[in-house]
């Protein structure tokens, strides 16, 4: 068994649901040396009576001090120490080997800013969003916080967390692609993420719900750019720049300026179109397991 400690960082608000087989596909993680950070966002119902069932020395269960998804993270990273770091969703599964494959990999590394990428799967009872494999390309990695493992020292620049962001997955993964000094991607899919009406991104949700939604978390590109403007390079600064007018012009359904008035990569802009609108948004849930993955 590798002895470098990994922690797994739970913020969950309201999962009653799922909170028992998320953490029981923690506990059936063998071979690591790891600690399961359960923190309970102010649940209303009773999460938190269900995973201080839980309670040992391989998982800590903390109740937020102040209402908010980043808060209860930012309290977990404070409350724990380890040498790498991950996050787990309350409603999501761990797969075979999840911690244990990441671990084994980034430890590897000779580098103290090390980050590593891996996929995951989708699953739901609605079989338009079950089974997707993201990213499709196992080249790639995915950067959102289920598939990512961040060494401590990586860590360090992550935390706190600003509570203003209302998840953590872009902010950690701009710290990634900008300072860690080493970024290593296994093919392994290492998480089931469950779609379902309570996501907190939306994806099943109507459009007007979702676009919202996505407005609210592309405001981490302007809160990273406002931060480290002065340590990052030009391209970055011009990448970030244009995908804040893009999310601009793509909250506002301004096709024309989506298309020709800004410098965003194509992808960003296909993306941007399909959801511009309710019409277009459905097509592209139509198309879901086709697209989602590419990028």
């Not at 309970?40 to 102040?66: H, M, P, R, W």
């Not at 209402?67 to 999501?92: I, P, Q, R, T, W």
Request: with cysteine; hydrophobic share 40%.
């Amino acid at each position: 068994m590798n002895n470098k400690k990994a922690v797994v960082l739970m913020a969950v608000y309201n999962e009653q649901e799922y909170i028992d087989e998320a953490i029981q596909s923690f506990l059936l993680q063998k071979n690591v040396n790891a600690t399961l950070v359960v923190i309970d966002d102010l649940s209303e119902d009773n999460t938190f009576q269900i995973a201080k069932k839980y309670e040992s020395e391989k998982v800590v269960v903390l109740k937020n001090t102040k209402k908010g998804k980043n808060n209860a993270y930012n309290l977990g990273f404070e409350m724990v120490k380890g040498d790498y770091y991950c996050f787990f969703g309350g409603d999501d599964i761990l797969t075979e080997n999840s911690i244990n494959s990441r671990v084994a990999a980034i430890s590897q590394s000779k580098n103290k800013k090390v980050a590593l990428k891996s996929r995951i799967v989708t699953f739901s009872k609605n079989k338009k969003f079950d089974g997707v494999i993201i990213p499709k390309n196992n080249r790639k990695g995915n950067n959102s916080g289920g598939a990512v493992m961040i060494s401590n020292e990586l860590a360090n620049g992550v935390f706190p967390i600003p509570i203003s962001l209302p998840n953590e997955d872009a902010w950690t993964g701009l710290h990634i692609d900008n300072f860690a000094k080493e970024i290593i991607v296994i093919d392994d899919i290492v998480l089931k993420y469950r779609i379902h009406a309570g996501n907190s991104v939306g994806i099943s949700a109507n459009f007007e719900t979702r676009t919202k939604k996505i407005n609210s978390r592309r405001k981490v590109f302007r809160l990273f750019l406002d931060s480290y403007s002065d340590v990052l390079n030009t391209s970055e600064i011009q990448r970030l720049s244009s995908i804040i007018k893009l999310e601009n012009y793509r909250f506002h359904g301004d096709f024309f300026s989506v298309l020709f008035k800004n410098k965003a990569s194509m992808k960003d802009k296909i993306a941007a179109i399909f959801h511009m609108n309710a019409t277009l948004y459905k097509i592209k849930n139509l198309m879901y397991k086709i697209i989602t993955g590419l990028r």
